[in-house]
């Protein structure tokens, strides 16, 4: 089949068009006055913020004029990454598409099912004329895959609709109904060096399993960050250690599944050093043989023996129980949700300048209280230890509504439609829902979408059934919304 005969054939026409403009995090102003364009040329008002997110409004349909407004959102941004190798300018080019055993995909990059669908099924509705539906307040916000930053700055007393429909799910019958907040929290560590002499030896950690660190945080894998610590902690039992540098992690929003430690020792005690890293790496092998199984721990050295600038021994002792002993992981589980994980942290970087090692932290909370107190810990301890900290990219959580008309509608709606039930889920990890929730008071809102396999990795696939299941719940929901 031809791309251009999929079904629904206006939402996949939209869908390729966006896929041709370059859009991924950071790079939206081009895909943003798209949208602003389709806005003009089908006659509808619309309105561009500085940060390029756009809100477009559409009158209802006959019948629907004076019916309650509905929201539509999703986010113009996507992750943009491509494989080795790929000559694509991810900042200028547009993706190529191909079909493959039902799924849509994009050759050698990602797609941008998350969100491109979201724009795409709006696009298509505000597009026609013949489908039935209330006014529609369309809500497509920038820079949601690098903190949520274009809904945390838009304003939205200009929006009436109290009912929103969130296009960014990708698993098909399965509707979310409410998030945890959270907050990103940098300890810096002053870091003061000397000079020293003896061997280098240097500790790297990889092929750890790693991982989403809110959905997956329940998982208890290992976190290499959290590991050196350990690993200094069992050295400076034995022998003198002196660290020269440090870093791990990728993401502060991902368990970091690498670590590299530089480490400067003397060297008569090079086969101790050898014999406590071989019984500490056969412990954390033995402990999380189930969770990482493809872990690696080495440790390599110099041949010779040299001068280093190491850190002030008092820095290396601060950074070792800043690493043992600040929280990590699972804090609570929800006593109200069997299975929910109601506050965590994790330790995604560490990375050192010239005047201080960062420590970086995802807090997350379905409760406002317990993520404060959370962050209240990290900073004590790392205040008593000589250190600063901030917080930034704070979002807030959005709470599960035991009353929810939007809810009810849209299960009986794909109860009716595909004779079985539709899961209802909160997660641990953030969307959008909480920011527009917290602007729009008693918003009523689900998030949902089609199936989208493997997102942002070059592997990303779009079920082509799934998003026309879902395109015509949309349009059965909109109709009973009047």
Not at 264 to 289: G, M, S
Request: some cysteine; proline content about 3%; overall charge negative.
């Amino acid at each position: 089949m031809e791309l251009d005969q999929l079904e629904p054939k206006a939402v996949f026409r939209y869908f390729r068009e966006i896929c041709r403009i370059p859009h991924g995090s950071g790079n939206v102003e081009q895909i943003s006055n798209y949208c602003v364009d389709f806005a003009k040329e089908h006659g509808l008002e619309y309105r561009q913020d500085e940060s390029f997110n756009v809100i477009i409004w559409k009158k209802g349909t006959a019948g629907y004029e004076n019916s309650k407004p509905v929201i539509l959102q999703g986010h113009l941004d996507m992750v943009a990454v491509k494989e080795d190798g790929c000559e694509k300018n991810m900042e200028t080019d547009g993706l190529d598409l191909q079909l493959n055993d039902g799924f849509l995909e994009a050759n050698q990059t990602s797609l941008g099912g998350d969100d491109g669908i979201a724009i795409a099924y709006s696009l298509a509705l505000l597009d026609s004329d013949e489908i039935p539906h209330p006014p529609l307040e369309a809500v497509f916000t920038v820079n949601e895959e690098i903190g949520m930053l274009g809904a945390a700055a838009m304003e939205l007393s200009d929006l009436k609709g109290k009912t929103m429909l969130n296009i960014d799910s990708e698993e098909e019958g399965i509707f979310l109904a409410g998030c945890a907040g959270g907050a990103t929290v940098r300890c810096n560590i002053p870091l003061k060096r000397i000079k020293e002499q003896g061997i280098k030896r240097t500790v790297t950690l990889k092929n750890l399993t790693g991982g989403h660190s809110g959905v997956e945080i329940i998982c208890q894998r290992a976190n290499a960050n959290v590991l050196m610590g350990r690993i200094l902690l069992e050295l400076g039992k034995n022998l003198n250690v002196s660290v020269i540098s440090i870093c791990g992690g990728e993401k502060d929003n991902a368990i970091a599944k690498v670590g590299r430690l530089e480490l400067l020792i003397a060297p008569e005690d090079n086969e101790l050093f050898d014999a406590v890293i071989k019984d500490i790496v056969e412990t954390i092998k033995h402990e999380y043989e189930s969770t990482d199984p493809h872990m690696e721990i080495a440790a390599a050295q110099e041949a010779s023996v040299s001068e280093y600038s190491v850190y002030h021994g008092s820095v290396s002792m601060k950074l070792m129980l800043a690493l043992v002993h600040l929280p990590n992981g699972v804090m609570k589980m929800s006593n109200d949700i069997p299975g929910l994980v109601q506050t965590s942290l994790n330790l995604g970087i560490i990375a050192e300048n010239e005047d201080a090692v960062q420590l970086c932290y995802s807090v997350r909370s379905s409760m406002s209280s317990e993520k404060e107190w959370l962050i209240d810990r990290i900073y004590s301890l790392v205040e008593f230890l000589g250190g600063t900290c901030s917080t930034e990219g704070q979002y807030p959580a959005w709470e599960y509504r035991k009353d929810s008309p939007l809810r009810d509608l849209m299960m009986t709606v794909y109860e009716e439609l595909y004779g079985k039930k539709p899961v209802i889920q909160t997660i641990h990890a953030g969307v959008e829902c909480g920011i527009m929730a917290e602007k729009i008071p008693g918003l009523d809102c689900i998030s949902f979408g089609p199936d989208i396999i493997d997102i942002h990795t070059t592997k990303e696939r779009l079920d082509v059934a799934s998003v026309e299941r879902t395109w015509k719940m949309i349009l059965e929901v909109l109709k009973r919304l009047k």
